[in-house]
Nanobody, 126 residues
Framework: QVELVESGGGQVQAGGSLRLTCRYS????????MGWFRQAPGKEREGVAG????????YIDDSVKGRFTIYQDYSKNTVYLQLNSLSHEDTAMYYC???????????????????WGQGTQVTVSS
C-alpha cells in the first residue's frame, strides 16, 4: 500500500519561510520523480517542483525559482520543499506526489502522477 504523508504547512507572514515534508512508503521504484503541486481556490493544480530520486535531478517551476528548493533524504523515503520569501500568491494547498515509474520530472503535470498525498495547507498573510 502506497502512502504519501505531508506535513509542515501552516500560516506565515509574507516574507517568511516554511519547510514542507513528504514521507512516502510502499513505492519501491528507484527511478521515479517525487514532486510537489499546489492548488489555490478556484485555480488548477500546478506543479512547482520535482526531484528524480535516483540521480537527484530537479525541476523547479519558473514561478517559484529562486525561492523554493526541493531535496530528499532517500534513506528515509522523505522529500522536502523549502519555501522562502513567501507571498500571498503562494497561499494554496500543497500536495506531495509521485510519478509513474521512470517518468521524468519535467514537465510536472498531474497526468504524470500515480499517487497523491492528502495535502498540507500553506497560508501567507500579507
Amino acid at each position: 500500500q502506497v502512502e504519501l504523508v505531508e506535513s509542515g504547512g501552516g500560516q506565515v507572514q509574507a516574507g517568511g519561510s516554511l519547510r514542507l515534508t513528504c514521507r512516502y512508503s510502499g513505492y519501491t521504484y528507484r527511478n521515479k520523480c517525487m514532486g510537489w503541486f499546489r492548488q489555490a481556490p478556484g485555480k488548477e493544480r500546478e506543479g512547482v517542483a520535482g526531484i528524480y530520486t535516483s540521480d537527484e535531478s530537479r525541476y523547479i517551476d519558473d514561478s517559484v525559482k529562486g525561492r523554493f528548493t526541493i531535496y530528499q533524504d532517500y534513506s528515509k523515503n522523505t522529500v522536502y520543499l523549502q519555501l522562502n520569501s513567501l507571498s500571498h500568491e503562494d497561499t494554496a494547498m500543497y500536495y506531495c506526489a509521485v510519478t509513474h515509474p521512470s517518468e521524468l520530472c519535467a514537465p510536472m503535470e498531474p497526468i504524470r502522477i500515480k499517487y497523491w498525498g492528502q495535502g498540507t495547507q500553506v497560508t501567507v498573510s500579507s
